[in-house]
């Protein structure tokens, strides 16, 4: 059924907000959302008299969100400690020496996935990983270390899910990765944790639970990486906890923000969204009406490459290896078609004299779909440019400059190397397995 209704401007860019937010995967569902709320609303009205909104409410049990009633994250063990800030600070302890990940040309092949027989939530829960309650420093969650990551033999790898795009197609700025998911370091947090649940669990992983599982280890270590970026002392551009929850009081709205924009999502049309399903890092086998979490074979290998901040042993300066770099790189270049033509007509813009982000803006306005160019608010074509452009800087592709509050965009070698890479003949190109 299609309904017609007239909205004021700032409707429309409150509209345009909410479907920013990576709640809701376009405007039916942000209205349907506020029409459902609305009659529970005036239900409790009739039932229990005036609601107070806006002052000091009293704290409901348990918040509620798409993903049902988010509780207070489970508390990882303490593995690796960031010494304390008022003591002189020691190299951080590394940790144990992890088994040395299988060469990817080992790998063994896997067959396409076959559909899977529904597992319930209580059984994938029982398979995950306890975690003692949360004393001392901050620490890596045991969830994303590298040691005791489950090798190839142990996983039936979900077979790289179908692309609307195929690689070299140009992409709509409105249909790039949301730009809320700014940053690409929580994909190799939560291809781990996946990896990790997966394992343990005889069938795929149910979607909101797991969600939520990795959201609330991933709280714990956005405390790690709150402290380590106190160590570091660096700049805005380079903090390492940008994207992450914390433990914090009041977090759950940042939990679920997490678990839906970085983990994954299902919108009231079983539409998957999240960092996750949009990097095809996670694929979803469908048994009847019951749908399950299989990671791809590209996230294991990815997720066994040993990481700077989660297995080094010193205060480190990089997100990322050299090697997980690369590796990203190219799978973005070969099987990710939106971020990669999102890269491309960035490092376009800015070779072409379009670099502080007004400019930018205008630029990408180009590659906005014609029926859309008069609906898009430029808050959204900002966040999308912003969203893509952290993502480039956690590749190394791009670089920001600031004098003051003015920023400039500068192209990095790996991103003229990007360019050349998308422009190879597309023999010469082979994807990551």
Known sequence: MMICFNATVETRDQLDQLVASGAYRDYGEAIAAAVRNQVLLEKEVALRGPIVIGETPIAP??????????????????????????????????????????????????????????????TASAA??????????????????????PEADACQFGVLPPDVWVPGQAVPLERWILGQQNRLFPAKVNARGLIRLFAGAEKGLPLAKTAELVAAAAAALGDYL???????????????????????DGEDKARTRYANQFVTYANGRGELSGLMSDLRLISVVHNKKERWIVPTKVAWVFAWMKNPVLDGEDIPTEKFSSEEREFLVRHIATAVPAEAFAYRAILAAVGAGHNTPETLDAALKAHVSADRVGDL?????????????????????????????????????????????????????????
């Open 61 to 122: 049990a348990a918040p509620v969100s798409p993903l049902g009633p988010v509780h207070a994250p489970p508390a990882p063990p303490d593995t690796k400690v960031l010494p304390s800030p008022k003591k002189a600070t020691p190299p951080l302890a590394p940790n144990p020496a992890p088994k040395t990940a299988p060469k990817v040309a080992a790998l063994p092949k896997t067959a396409p996935r076959k559909p899977l027989a529904p597992t319930t939530s209580d």
């Open 128 to 149: 995950l990983p306890k975690t003692a309650p949360r004393t001392g420093t901050p620490a890596v969650p045991a969830m994303f270390l590298l040691e005791g990551l």
């Open 226 to 248: 709150v402290a380590l970026d106190a160590k570091r002392d660096t700049g805005r551009d380079d903090v390492f906890a940008t994207a992450f929850p914390t433990t914090g």
């Open 377 to 433: 608010s430029a808050s959204f074509l900002s966040s999308q440019r912003s969203g893509a452009v952290s993502r480039m800087s956690d590749l190394n592709l791009i670089g920001r400059q600031r004098e003051g509050t003015r920023v400039t965009y500068a192209i990095n070698d790996d991103g003229r190397a990007f360019l050349e890479l998308c422009t190879a003949p597309r023999s010469k190109l082979v994807p990551n397995p």
